[in-house]
């Protein structure tokens, strides 16, 4: 039998099997252990209370016991001490990606449980015994979730109860996606694993639990994908061949189903190799077409890349790169000169913590604006197909590419049920994201100019920017120039800091005059007054306008050209 251990303990002894490396916990096997914030065992003893005690080295944040029976895995005293009288006289397993997260010495955020008895009474008792949520997720096939807090954080856990599928577990566990989600485990420690999942873990294989699998659910064609991506792990070859086979069962799938796989496949850190994975397995034609079809897409010079398709995973890539400080290691992974990264450090380094804030800050769903800005990298040139030229010189040209490109974004997006402001960002990416280089012919951009660009780019200003810039380096590569760079840096930095330093002054000043007032100095609502508002704005951004008299004044000089009967 392989015994797999848990990650992340200070003491215990490493051991490296395949491409995961184990901890073997068996010197605790039948006793608790406390843990610091770090993951170190600081205390250990027969009870939770006596590892409290005896913990020395900085102050305990998780208990565990240890399970006596192979592979001796720390189970967490929350919130499974709270569920072993709960759960007393009935048939429970925690099930699925939980275990395997267990045995990789992950946090548990999610908790699945499979049960041998009604499930959703279960829930619903759990629920009301933890002070907690219940959800009906399944009613047809006995699911159902219960919502509790965390008392160490005050964040919501789900604990998610499902009935058995078939008669034994060992049944259910067959009809998993893959073995490595197809392991079970009693509130004791004892595994249930018989499709092998422990092993497969240990050698780091992603392999489908039967040749069903997929016909089951093809949801998991892409899921492959993604846990294999996640996990640092291979698809055997013969997952890979089933993969190929039922590729095109993709598009039966729910669009909200796909949502959720694709935006976890480009959230990873390196999304570019998992999508290249999803074209090798023939599901990129299906899932993303429009990014799939930039293969044939040649292009000429000043782009490094021969084709769109490659030129669209660097740009992937240098934006993922754009979201952290240069580094030589950065540099050496992509085709731009180094030089290149120090002049983008030092232009960003000053605005790296407002530029980190509005990064992170979610729009929709959740959806932070860093992960979307790799959505605007990834469908960036997809209107190339649409408007490919060639001039009598033979150069290549892609004219209007970045409108037709937001108008097939916003088509993809909806079609994958994007949230509206989500979809909003991303097309606005595409639609502005040349924007930049125009800008730059003539740097630093004047006030108004600054202006524009944040009434047409609105929010997703920012974004746009790092997508220009990561577009740039991964056009021009080792034969970019440094003028050039420098041109696209000021005008970069300008707008940068218009939005994150001078924002109330030139991206949205406070208006001097509204409607009311217009109205009064007798101008009549309709289009006109939109129109004299307007330019009203742009002359404060530019700072020809700074008081009400000078409002009043602009007003009045105006109105006469608009409304000539005024």
């Keep these: ?28 096997a039948g006793r608790w252990i406390a843990r610091n914030e770090n993951g170190e065992i600081t205390g250990t003893g027969k009870s939770c209370m006596e590892a409290r005690s005896t913990s020395g080295a900085g102050t305990p944040v998780q208990f565990a016991w240890v399970s006596p029976h192979p592979p001796h895995l720390a189970l967490p005293e929350w919130p499974l001490e709270l569920l072993r009288p709960l759960f007393a006289g009935k048939d429970v397993w925690l099930a699925g990606g939980a275990v395997r997260d267990l045995l990789l010495g992950r946090t548990l955020h999610d908790w699945d449980f499979t049960t041998a008895g009604p499930a959703m009474a279960l829930a619903r008792q759990v629920a009301n015994a933890l002070r907690g949520a219940y959800v009906t997720l399944d009613d ?35 009809c998993r996606d893959f073995t490595i989600n197809a392991i079970a485990m009693t509130l004791e420690g004892e595994i249930v694993d018989p499709t092998g999942g422990q092993a497969d873990l240990a050698a780091g294989i992603v392999r489908a639990a039967s040749d069903q699998a997929f016909h089951q659910d093809p949801a998991r064609l892409l899921r492959a994908v993604r846990a294999a991506s996640e996990l640092g792990c291979r698809i055997e070859p013969a997952t890979q061949t089933l993969i190929r086979e039922q590729a095109k069962a993709i598009t039966t799938v729910s669009a909200e189903r796909i949502q959720a796989e694709l935006l976890r496949i480009v959230a990873l850190e390196a999304a570019a190799p998992a999508l290249r994975l999803t074209d090798s397995l023939s599901l990129l034609q299906w899932a993303l077409p429009e990014v799939q079809g930039l293969q044939s897409v040649t292009q000429s010079y000043p782009h490094y890349r021969a084709d769109a398709y490659t030129h669209t995973l660097d740009t992937l890539t240098t934006v993922e790169a754009l979201l ?39 729009l929709a769903a959740e959806l932070p604006r860093h992960d979307l800005l790799k959505w605007g990298a990834l469908l960036h040139d997809i209107g190339k197909s649409a408007t490919r030229t060639v001039d009598a010189e033979e150069r290549v040209h892609f004219y209007g590419h970045d409108k037709e490109g937001a108008a097939l974004a916003e088509e993809r997006l909806n079609h994958l049920r994007f949230p509206n402001q989500a979809c909003d960002f991303v097309t606005t990416m595409v639609r502005e ?21 944040y009434r047409d780019a609105g929010d997703a200003g920012p974004a746009v920017v790092l997508l220009a810039l990561a577009d740039a380096l991964a056009v021009w590569g080792p034969a970019m120039e440094k003028a050039y760079w420098s041109a696209l840096l000021t005008t970069a930095d300008a707008l940068l800091r218009g939005y994150f330093e001078h924002h109330d002054e030139v991206v949205a000043p406070p208006p001097l005059l509204n409607g009311h007032d217009l109205t009064a100095m007798g101008i009549a609502p309709g289009p006109a007054m939109g129109k004299l508002l307007g330019l009203l704005r742009e002359a404060q951004a530019a700072g020809e306008i700074t008081t009400r008299a000078d409002a009043e004044a602009f007003i009045h000089s105006h109105s006469s050209f608009l409304i000539p009967n005024s």
Excluded at 434 to 451: C, E, K, V, W
């Design 433 to 453: 994201h040349m924007r930049l280089i125009g800008m730059s012919r003539t740097p630093p951009p004047t006030r108004r100019a600054i202006y524009h660009f």
């Design 1 to 28: 039998t392989t015994e797999i251990y848990t990650l992340s303990l200070h003491d215990a002894l490493p051991i490296s099997r395949g491409t995961i490396t184990m901890i073997d916990l068996k010197q605790y």
């Design 140 to 174: 047809e096939h006995d699911t159902a979730r219960a919502i509790i807090r965390n008392p160490a954080n005050g964040r919501p856990v789900t604990l998610d109860f499902a009935a058995l599928r078939k008669p034994s577990i060992e049944a259910d566990l067959h």
């Design 324 to 362: 952290t400080p240069a580094s030589p290691e950065i540099a050496a992974q992509l085709p731009a000169p180094s030089w290149c990264w120090e002049m983008l450090d030092s232009t960003l380094a000053p605005l790296r913590g407002p530029l980190h804030a509005y990064l992170e800050e979610p």
